[in-house]
């Protein structure tokens, strides 16, 4: 499942699911643009992980929060507890890799 964060509170009850990669992006950098369709095959491909993208220009507070100073960072959490952190450009295998190991 992708989700677009609309709201901030929500993330705190979308990081609770079993297996949730964070994507922090920003909608002009380029790396960022790349990930996409590695997130979106990755979420269509394993319906067990949940992908929320959240734009650091919109959510700054949030990006804040999380201490992201670098786009795209990615951030893995499994039922709530913040797994791990890496930043920049993954393929789709490498991201599905993150997940399962983190």
């Not at 901030?8 to 996409?36: H, Y």
């Not at 929060?65 to 490498?94: C, Q, W």
Request: contains cysteine; glycine residues 4%; negative net charge.
């Amino acid at each position: 499942m992708l989700i677009h964060l609309e709201n901030a509170a929500d993330l705190k009850e979308l990081i609770q699911k079993d297996k949730v990669l964070v994507d922090f992006f920003a909608t002009w950098c380029g790396p960022c643009k790349m990930l996409t369709p590695e997130l979106e095959d990755l979420a269509d491909e394993h319906e067990d992980i949940t992908v929320v993208k959240v734009d650091v220009d919109k959510f700054g507070e949030l990006a804040g929060d999380f201490h992201i100073t670098v786009v795209p960072t990615l951030v893995v959490f499994k039922n709530g507890e913040n797994r791990k952190v890496v930043s920049g450009y993954m393929d789709k295998d490498a991201l599905l890799a993150l997940v399962e190991n983190a």
